[in-house]
T-cell receptor
């Protein structure tokens, strides 16, 4: 079966750094996406990784290791507005997007 | 760029009513559109995938006669919930993707549907 694992909930302090991990087992791989979803709102696209390595975009970075079936989203200089759920999603060999259940990130002052 | 507009954002109606939700890509051509449902504190659940001009592909367990999807143009898809009942109350979200399979899906703001 296809599976994406990410922690259910994480807590971090404003101004700090947090890393949200995602591991996946899918039938094939055609890219990994990270989305941010605030409560009651639709997801917004954050990043896309298809090759191994780190993609940096401002305060957010995303890393991929295809051999390990592993990715992480790194958030720096945390702000209160970063409190949200972070969704990891993988495209399998049929280009179907498999969604993780999301990690709820709580930022404390 | 990559703006997706979804209307209405909130619907409250009586049981037995049919409700139509529109999803439009405003600044790109959406070759593929997706419809999701999300219950509180749960993950996104894909309902169906539609390509412009062809019939939608429904996920297992989703009733195609209850959730009618039309994707008549490269910028518009509609989801009609027919004869809605309280158990259909949920947050419905559309997304659109243009170009190749490697492009990300861009989401509309969602429609909160409450059936009384």
């Amino acid at each position: 079966g296809q599976n994406i694992d990410q922690p259910t909930e994480m807590t971090a302090t404003e101004g700090a750094i947090v890393q949200i991990n995602c591991t996946y087992q899918t039938s094939g791989f055609n890219g990994l996406f990270w989305y941010q979803q605030h409560a009651g709102e639709a997801p917004t696209f954050l990043s896309y990784n298809v090759l191994d390595g780190l993609e940096e975009k401002g305060r957010f970075s995303s890393f991929l290791s295809r051999s390990k079936g592993y990715s992480y989203l790194l958030l720096k200089e945390l702000q209160m507005k970063d409190s949200a759920s972070y969704l990891c999603a993988v495209k399998d060999s049929n280009y179907q997007l498999i969604w993780g259940a999301g990690t709820k990130l709580i930022i404390k002052p | 760029g990559a703006v997706v507009s979804q209307h209405p954002s909130w619907v409250i109606c009586k049981s037995g009513t049919s409700v139509k939700i529109e999803c439009r890509s405003l600044d790109f051509q959406a070759t593929t559109m997706f419809w999701y449902r999300q219950f509180p504190k749960q993950s996104l659940m894909l309902m169906a995938t539609s390509n412009e001009g062809s019939k939608a592909t429904y996920e297992q367990g989703v009733e195609k006669d209850k959730f009618l999807i039309n994707h008549a143009s490269l910028t518009l898809s509609t989801l009609t919930v027919t004869s809605a009942h309280p158990e259909d109350s949920s947050f419905y979200i559309c997304s659109a993707r243009g170009g190749s399979e490697s492009q990300p899906q861009h989401f509309g703001d969602g429609t909160r549907l409450s059936i009384l």
